[in-house]
């Protein structure tokens, strides 16, 4: 389990910026499927965050569309992170 000071730490570097997660989409904007908690936690490692266990991921609803959306990261008990996820197709 992480220390509170780096989940904190960790928290503000999520926050800082939108993450990129390239998925495969239609000619409207709708994805073939949805983004799942993998592909964020692959998403944020490559854009140079931590390892993040992808069942601390938490989707309010399904992402299956490009554009702007959110999802939450438990990093500790007592600290939640709000990433924000730039869907791109790819």
Known sequence: MKSLEEAKSIKGNLESKAI????????????FGAVSTADIAAAVRAAGGPALDKRKIEVPTPIKTTGTHS???????EVQATVELEVVAG
Not at 21 to 31: E, I, N, P, Q
Not at 71 to 77: C, E, G, K, Q, T
Request: net charge positive; no cysteine.
């Open 20 to 31: 990129p997660v390239a998925a495969h989409a239609g000619s409207g904007g709708r994805l």
């Open 71 to 77: 999802a939450l990261v438990r990093l500790h008990p």
